[in-house]
């Protein structure tokens, strides 16, 4: 066995314990810091629509694919993925009772690559050059071993609170040393088109339940509507009204399971004006009516608590 081999024969192993410990139960387990959850399936769930806020998910053990436009995305123990702007896909996962899927998810830090940006000197200077909101890659010894670190103080509350946020930010140091820094880079500039899309995608999750229309949307992002057409759908490979439908919809799901709203008052919170409407787009896109969809994810997940920020996730799988 090489000596890459070793040490990342080693990390996994040891991630695998830290997670089994630290998620008894299926679904998301929030932490003592705030952005990270851990996750845990005992069961494959077949390719299904899911939101993720901008994070870095690692999957330690078992293994997902994303779907996004005509794009495939693994992520398993040899990748991290880079969800670099809210994204609506879906996703599949694959797993077992023998071999649980196993995961960490953390939120990006904008004011920290912010502030890293700033202080640390590159060897090469970044190229600002993304395009899609979403990438997937290798995973090397130095961010395995942080991941590792952070899940080991992620055991006491004490240290999580005294060690947590640097090993975090150390965690997002090593991000920006990969080919992914692009990515996150792009989605933050003012100066490409994936940053300025970025600008619209913060519009439509503030104020998802107002009236929004394209030209609103464009002129957000300082671009024409042909433009800013084609760079939305560069970016997120849907248009800009299906993206704010598929947004409306997930904050909608969310309202449902976790506040106990109604579809019909779900459904007026998030801009819908005719409640058919909204329980017909909502079975065409989760396969369920909304009291269907309820009660199958009720009784599969455990919900984020309402008093976490939830300004773009949803109930995921």
């Known amino acids: 066995m090489s000596n890459s081999e070793c040490w990342y024969a080693h990390d996994r ?10 998620t008894r139960s299926e679904g998301f387990t929030l932490t003592a810091l705030d952005g990270v959850k851990l996750m845990r ?28 436009g ?16 809210p994204l609506p896909f879906e996703s599949e996962t694959i797993a077992s ?22 202080s640390v000197e590159h060897d090469t200077p ?13 995973l090397d010894a130095r961010l395995s071993n942080a991941v590792v670190r952070l899940l080991e103080c992620l055991q006491s509350k004490t240290e999580a609170t005294v060690l947590g946020q640097a090993i975090i930010r150390e965690i997002h140091y090593r991000i920006l040393q990969t080919s992914q820094a692009s990515a996150i880079l792009a989605a933050h500039s003012t100066h490409n088109n994936m940053g300025k899309i970025s600008k619209a995608l913060r519009l439509i999750h503030s104020e998802y339940d107002k009236e929004l229309n394209v030209d609103k949307l464009a002129s957000e992002s300082t671009m024409s509507v042909p433009s800013f ?10 248009s800009p009204i299906q993206y704010l439908k598929m947004t409306r919809l997930h904050k909608a799901r969310l ?13 007026s919170k998030v801009g819908y004006e005719s409640a058919s409407q909204f329980s017909r787009e ?3 896109m989760f396969g369920k009516s909304p009291m269907e969809e309820v009660s199958a994810v009720r009784s599969a997940l455990i919900t984020t608590p309402s008093d976490v920020d939830a300004r773009y996730v949803t109930v995921q799988q």
Not at 131 to 137: C, E, H, L, R, V
């Open 282 to 284: 909502f079975k065409r």
């Open 41 to 68: 399936w005992n069961r494959s769930i077949p390719r299904s629509p899911v939101f993720y806020e901008p994070s870095i998910v690692f999957v330690c053990q078992g293994r997902k694919i994303g779907y996004l």
């Open 229 to 238: 057409h084609a760079a939305f759908r560069d970016v997120t490979a849907t």
């Open 97 to 118: 009772m023998e071999e649980p899927l196993l995961a960490i998810s953390i939120r990006i830090n904008l004011a920290m690559i912010s502030e890293l940006l700033l």
């Open 126 to 138: 970044l190229k600002i050059n993304g395009k899609s909101g979403i990438t997937s890659t290798p």
């Open 255 to 267: 309202l449902m399971v976790q506040d106990g709203l109604s579809a019909t008052l779900a459904a």
């Open 70 to 85: 005509g794009e495939v995305y693994q992520y398993n123990p040899q990748q991290f993925l880079i969800l670099s702007v």
């Open 13 to 22: 192993d040891k991630t695998i314990a830290l997670l089994s410990s630290q």
